[in-house]
Nanobody, 118 residues
Framework: DVQLQASGGGLVQAGGSLRLSCAASGFTFDDYAIGWFRQAPGKEREGVSCISSSDGSTYYADSVKGRFTISSDNAKNTVYLQMNSLKPEDTAVYYC???????????WGKGTLVTVSS
């Protein structure tokens, strides 16, 4: 079974940092792009960042460029999202998702809540 387990969320003050982890299993990791999406209460889901496990290419939403960094440890089938300079508007449930070759949500797991206080 495909499993994507997100962890690392929590409560942090504005300006602080968190690192999210996404542990993947049940599929060939190198064939997929792994991404992070988020959804805040009352708002639409937003694509945050994505990384290709095959070539390491990355994508960032404009709202997080320069603050968030995505990375992949293919040996551990794990993707990380380092979030720095957090803002209250980053508050959301963050989901990791996998899709074949390109960023998308063929599979996704339970989210992890990130709350940034002002």
């Amino acid at each position: 079974d495909v499993q994507l387990q997100a962890s690392g969320g929590g409560l942090v003050q504005a300006g602080g940092s968190l690192r999210l982890s996404c542990a993947a299993s049940g599929f060939t990791f190198d064939d997929y792009a792994i991404g992070w999406f988020r959804q805040a209460p009352g708002k639409e889901r937003e694509g945050v960042s994505c990384i290709s496990s095959s070539d390491g290419s990355t994508y960032y939403a404009d709202s997080v460029k320069g603050r968030f960094t995505i990375s992949s440890d293919n040996a551990k089938n794990t993707v990380y999202l380092q979030m720095n300079s957090l803002k209250p508007e980053d508050t959301a449930v963050y989901y990791c998702a996998a899709a074949v070759a390109v960023c998308g949500m063929d599979y996704w797991g339970k989210g992890t809540l990130v709350t940034v206080s002002s």
